[in-house]
């Protein structure tokens, strides 16, 4: 697993192995809300251009239920879908195996 998913960090901001600050948002088994309110802080406190939701496997569907309920209900009509990519990343798991596993990136900017 990359450094950045396990960095732990509460505010959701995430500091690259470079040292360099970023606007993710990574997805994975916290309450949804947790999310939402993690993007709509991004925008609002933080005054981001531009908020990278990601998600690994089986948590893709719940990064794009986060992205649509962040600027469909708490961002209307301030925030819209610039880019989306997916694609999948392998690594060892923990029995030893090369596992798969897909990948998307959503990227949200200020309108």
């Known amino acids: 697993m990359p450094e950045e998913f396990e960095s732990g960090m509460d505010n959701h901001e995430?500091?690259?192995p470079s040292g360099g600050l970023d606007n993710s948002v990574?997805?994975?088994?916290?309450?949804?809300m947790n999310y939402?309110?993690?993007i709509?802080?991004?925008?609002t406190?933080?005054?981001a251009s531009e908020v990278i939701i990601k998600a690994r496997g089986k948590f893709i569907s719940r990064a794009v239920d986060?992205?649509?309920?962040?600027?469909?209900?708490f961002l209307e009509g301030s925030v819209s879908v610039k880019d989306i990519k997916i694609g999948s990343e392998e690594f060892t798991n923990k029995e030893g195996r090369q596992v798969r596993?897909?990948?998307?990136?959503?990227?949200?900017?200020?309108n």
């Open 45 to 47: 406190t933080k005054n």
């Open 36 to 38: 939402v309110t993690a």
């Open 26 to 32: 990574y997805i994975g088994p916290k309450p949804f």
């Open 14 to 16: 995430t500091i690259r």
């Open 66 to 73: 986060v992205c649509e309920v962040a600027a469909k209900r």
């Open 40 to 43: 709509v802080m991004q925008f």
């Open 101 to 110: 596993v897909s990948t998307i990136d959503i990227v949200l900017i200020r």
